[in-house]
């Protein structure tokens, strides 16, 4: 079975700071893990996606995320916070050929001045 | 950009009641799906639907769910007899292609569902 876990359902951060989004997952196969975000009265965003072609995978809004199999883990990052960033922040996993989904519990992301 | 947009934003219902959820995915997927999302707790998956058929569900789909491509546009959810667990955020989403692997969803806002 696949799982996700989001460490942290609430991070806050300074503006110019660095973001650390925590997501660690579960799957006895290779698994296919994304990032989604939902800034407030918005669907889901796809942020970035990791596919297996490169560990380090960049997305969108300067993001990005890095797989580590050893670790199982598939934390998301920013250089630099900015307020914009506010939000709620999702990992997700699939594994083989089904078309579910499993999402983690999610991260709301607060930045301050 | 192209989205999927759900309605209602906020429906309430009363304890038994029917409800139905709308959505109309981006005009070129193939593949519609919903997820909920009870407050506080973890997105989850409910039912997959390609080509006028349920392709995949979960547990939590049970008989008085149900999901209809009434048009070439909308894709509905339906619950009938609702439960006050049955509260929690809806979101639509469709995709382009199906199947696994890193097939992109692409969802909507969500419709809040408060059953009484």
């Known amino acids: 079975a696949q799982s996700v876990t989001q460490l942290g359902s609430h991070v806050s951060v300074s503006e110019g700071a660095l973001v650390l989004l925590r997501c660690n997952y579960s799957?006895?196969?290779?698994?296919?893990l994304f990032w989604y975000v939902q800034y407030p009265n918005q669907g889901l965003q796809l942020l970035l996606k990791y596919t297996s072609a490169a560990t380090l995978v960049k997305g969108i809004n300067g993001f990005e995320a890095e797989f580590k199999k050893s670790e199982t883990s598939f934390h998301l990052t920013k250089p630099s916070a900015h307020m914009r960033d506010a939000a709620e922040y999702f990992c997700?996993?699939?594994?083989?050929?089904?078309?579910?989904?499993?999402f983690g519990t999610g991260t709301r992301l607060q930045v301050t001045l | 950009e192209p989205e999927v947009t759900q309605t209602p934003s906020h429906q309430v219902t009363q304890m038994g009641q029917e409800v139905i959820l709308r959505c109309v995915p981006i005009?070129?997927?193939?593949?519609f799906y919903w997820y909920r999302q009870i407050l506080g707790q973890k997105v989850e998956f409910l039912v997959s639907f390609y080509n006028n058929e349920i392709s995949e569900k979960s547990e939590i789909f049970d008989d008085r769910f149900s999901v209809e491509r009434p048009d070439g546009s909308n894709f509905t959810l339906k619950i009938r007899s609702t439960k006050l667990e049955d509260s929690a955020m809806y979101f639509c989403a469709s995709s382009e292609v199906g199947g696994g692997g890193a097939n992109v969803l692409t969802f909507g806002a969500g419709s809040r569902l408060t059953v009484l």
């Open positions: 997700a996993v699939r594994t083989g050929t089904a078309s579910k989904l499993t």
């Open positions: 799957s006895s196969v290779p698994p296919y």
């Open positions: 005009s070129n997927h193939l593949y």
